[in-house]
């Protein structure tokens, strides 16, 4: 299955979480400008077995997503960021929506017995840097860094009727960590949040009646 599509989206007065001025460490959300986006989505699921016959209980999928923001801000924020602004900066009166990433890629590789009782996979998945925060008057905007997510995932079913099952799971095998950072400009890097989640393995059981 191969599936490509273009879409559009035109927003008035979107809600967006803004850093609130007169206190560090506080957001609010708020009301913002219009704004619209639009992009194209491509998806592939194809089953391996067009590489070799041996591959035939193997799957492939794969979603990608480009996409272009763009919000006019409104007065109060124009003339916030123009009074903060740093020798040589020019304050523009657009820019991309928070929470809107420019691109999300999407990957797996599973497998699956011909009995359809055991199954496998390999998943990834990532997103461009996002704005997460508006920045206001002199705050800078918080942008959130791709994480890159690789997992691992297996499950079967035995016992009578396969009534039982039991599945693994392994997350974030690249052991990524999430970050935040500042963007502010020509400043060097600073982070607002870092976390390092590590790498997790779970195992569950259940039993259908």
Sequence with gaps: ????????????????????VADDNAYQPRNVGNASLYGAEFE??????IIASELKQFYFNTNLTYTISEININDAEFLSKTYGARDG??????????????YIINGGLSWMSKAKRLEAGMY???QGATLQFVGYANRADII????HS??????????YKNRMNIGVQVSNLLN????????????QQQYFQRL??????????????
């Design 1 to 20: 299955m191969i599936s490509v599509g273009l879409f559009y989206k035109g927003m008035k007065n979107p809600i967006e979480i803004v850093q609130y």
């Design 176 to 187: 990524d960590k999430r970050e935040s950072i500042f963007r502010s400009y020509q400043a």
């Design 89 to 102: 900066q020019t304050i523009s009166r657009k820019r991309e929506m928070a929470g809107q990433a420019p």
């Design 44 to 49: 592939l699921r194809q089953n391996l077995e």
């Design 150 to 159: 690789l997992n691992f995932s297996a499950s079967g079913k035995f016992g």
């Design 124 to 126: 990834y998945n990532v």
């Design 196 to 209: 390092a989640p590590g790498t997790s393995v779970s195992v569950k059981f259940s039993y259908s009646l």
């Design 144 to 147: 959130s860094v791709p994480f």
